[in-house]
Structures are given as structure tokens and as C-alpha cells.
């Protein structure tokens, strides 16, 4: 599933058709399907018993939360008028830094 997900998404990378259901398709079908494939593969390797079974169980969690941050991204985030953080690293590091040097 993840190789063959990965090549379908190679084949988008170049020039592919216009439209709205080609973006969706290539930006979060074949997109995530590469990342849900390694968090299954991930998952079958935590359910073998031995030391590793932690580190494969939290790269499973971590990379599904990385779907979820993808998906959350584009289906929401993205259609907004204006993304809700700081435009320039100076927004948010002066905010923080007022609250920490301040007595």
C-alpha cells in the first residue's frame, strides 16, 4: 500500500491535471496513504514481543499524528481568510519574550 501509494503520488509531482478533485486527490488521498501505510507497517512491528516494541509503538502514534496534523491542516486550517498563527518569527518571540523579562 505505501509503495504503491508513494508511486501514484510520484506521478503528481510533475505537471498533473487541474482541477479540485485532482488536488484533493494527490494532496490528501495519495499524500497520507504514504504515511498511513509506514504507521500500519510501524504497528506490525509492535506487535512482535522484544525491547523495541515501545520505540515502534511510538513511531506509530507519532506518525499517525502527523496524518491527523495534515488532514486538520488542509480540510480546515487551509480555507480559512487568515491562518490563525504569526506571520514573521518576530510576532510570536517578541510576545514571549515581553512575558518572560517582564517583572
Do not use: Q
Request: contains cysteine; aromatic residues 8%; positive net charge.
Amino acid at each position: 500500500m505505501t509503495v504503491v501509494g508513494l508511486g501514484l503520488f510520484v506521478t503528481g509531482v510533475g505537471p498533473r491535471p487541474a482541477g479540485a478533485i485532482w488536488a484533493s486527490v494527490y494532496d490528501l488521498g495519495l499524500y497520507n496513504v504514504v504515511y498511513a501505510g509506514a504507521a500500519l507497517v510501524c504497528l506490525l512491528a509492535a506487535r512482535r514481543p522484544g525491547p523495541d516494541r515501545l520505540a515502534w509503538v511510538s513511531l506509530t502514534i507519532a506518525i499517525l499524528l502527523g496524518v491527523v496534523g495534515n488532514l486538520v491542516y488542509t480540510l480546515v486550517v487551509a480555507r480559512l481568510d487568515e491562518e490563525p498563527f504569526p506571520r514573521s518569527p518576530t510576532s510570536s518571540t517578541s510576545a514571549t519574550t515581553c512575558r518572560c523579562t517582564s517583572p
